[in-house]
């Protein structure tokens, strides 16, 4: 009976870090979330089955440990829709982003007549000489 016991707690543990390790496909409104590239996600609490693509990163950041005349910036591109088919696009941008058109760490975005706040707050990891690395963006989506 004891090892029935062993086992069945065993089991328990395994599926209990199954679930906890799976991967995120909705979250809710004025929460963190990372996205990869080409990665979609879906928000909870919206009629409209809103969703989130990170369509492309692009950044040109200083790397760790370089010389460089500038600091850069980290770009994301991003592609928001819904059930009804509606889409719209926006451009984030984190760093030296003044020479930019209408790009920033946060937009405004409508759709179907509902405002959502898009904040860029991060794009990680810090590029590294010599490396090429997948990037992720830290996001933030409220509802007006």
């Known amino acids: ?48 089955g809103l969703t989130i693509t990170l369509q492309s990163v692009n950044d040109s950041r200083c790397p760790i440990n370089a010389l460089c005349i500038s600091a850069g910036n980290a770009r994301v591109k991003l592609r928001m829709s819904d059930n009804s088919s509606a889409e719209t696009f926006a ?23 509902i405002s959502y706040t898009l904040i860029l707050k991060e794009v990680s990891p810090f590029p590294e000489l010599g490396k090429k ?12």
């Open 1 to 48: 009976m004891k090892n029935i016991n062993k086992y069945l707690l065993a089991l328990v543990c395994f599926t209990g870090l199954l679930i906890s390790s799976c991967e995120k496909d909705s979250i809710d409104f004025d929460s963190p979330f990372e996205l990869k590239e080409n990665e979609s996600i879906v928000l909870q609490g919206n009629n409209n």
């Open 91 to 113: 451009e984030l941008c984190l760093g030296f982003c003044d020479n930019m058109k209408n790009t920033e760490d946060s937009a405004i975005i409508r759709l179907n007549n």
């Open 133 to 144: 690395q997948d990037k992720k963006a830290l996001l933030i989506i409220r509802k007006e």
